[in-house]
């Protein structure tokens, strides 16, 4: 075993960092082998048989072509759940963990009818779906393809979300026969100039409906979905967004536009803007 740890270390050395490939290192084994953690260590010594080791080595190489470990395992955890991903959905970040812990904070105890709009994976509305019982919760998404994904994870982690496919950008207030306390969304909102700052995992392998805005208009899906509030939300309903660092100060500008009541800019664990808040 020791010899194919030294090989994953070996294979990876140069395009990631020492810490992500012992993660990676503790990911491929607990995936083929059911090794944890302290399984490496107590088990250093023991030969692997020649199809474990082939399969190690397989990953290891799709893992030097860049290809994220989620999608290399079909799995990412969020907010305490295992989610099943492909790459036809986002892999859930932490920041939007964030996201989801203010919500939960803001409402706790509390009901209503609550709108997640790109659901992707479903991981923003299952969680809160688990964690706000009170609250009737639905999710849009333009891709079939996520929505199959994200109807699984309801499945799997036993949440009740009313999945819907729908193109926010092509809806008006009067398709929809509902009134909503909370919407929340995650969109597209990373420039097309941005994509030379970006990875090559993401790049090459992440949906990139699901990521991209062009720079001419950055704003797009939020200026669209506010003014879907102003009418979607019921008095003192809840919008929250995730956003673009760069972008926090006009979309707070947008939202007061558009007579939103307690506009805030919040910071991530990085110390970027990153959520935003207000009450319709």
């Not at 790109?118 to 809160?128: A, E, F, P, V």
């Not at 929505?147 to 949440?159: G, P, V």
Request: proline share 4%.
């Amino acid at each position: 075993m020791r010899d194919t740890i030294n090989y994953i270390r070996h294979t990876l050395e140069g395009i990631y960092d020492p810490a992500e490939i012992e993660n990676f290192i503790t990911i491929i084994f607990q995936e083929v082998c059911g090794y944890n953690r302290a399984d490496l260590i107590l088990c250093k010594n023991n030969e692997l048989s020649q199809p474990l080791v082939a399969q190690i080595r397989r990953l290891t190489l799709r893992l030097r072509a860049c290809e994220p470990i989620q999608y290399i395992t079909g799995k990412a955890y969020f907010f305490n759940h295992c989610f099943n991903v492909a790459p036809g959905v986002l892999i859930p970040r932490p920041e939007t963990e964030e996201l989801v812990d203010l919500i939960i904070k803001e409402n706790h105890n509390k009901t209503g009818n609550l709108l997640d709009i790109g659901t992707g994976s479903g991981c923003i509305s299952i969680s809160l779906d688990k964690a706000l019982p009170g609250f009737s919760t639905e999710a849009w998404d333009i891709s079939p393809q996520a929505l199959s994904i994200a109807s699984q994870n309801a499945k799997l982690i036993n949440a009740e979300v009313n999945f819907k496919l729908r193109d926010v950008l092509n809806t008006s207030a009067s398709d929809i026969d509902k009134r909503y306390d909370i919407i929340v969304s995650n969109p597209p909102y990373i420039c097309d100039s941005e994509k030379t700052e970006m990875d090559d995992n993401v790049l090459q392998h992440e949906p990139h409906i699901a990521l991209f805005v062009s720079d001419s208009d950055p704003l797009l899906f939020y200026r669209k979905i506010a003014e879907l509030g102003t009418e979607l939300l019921n008095n003192d309903g809840k919008l929250y967004f995730e956003i673009n660092r760069m972008f926090g100060s006009q979309t707070k500008d947008m939202l007061e536009a558009l007579n939103y009541r307690q506009v805030s800019v919040l910071k991530d664990m990085y110390g970027n803007d990153r959520m935003v808040k207000a009450i319709r």
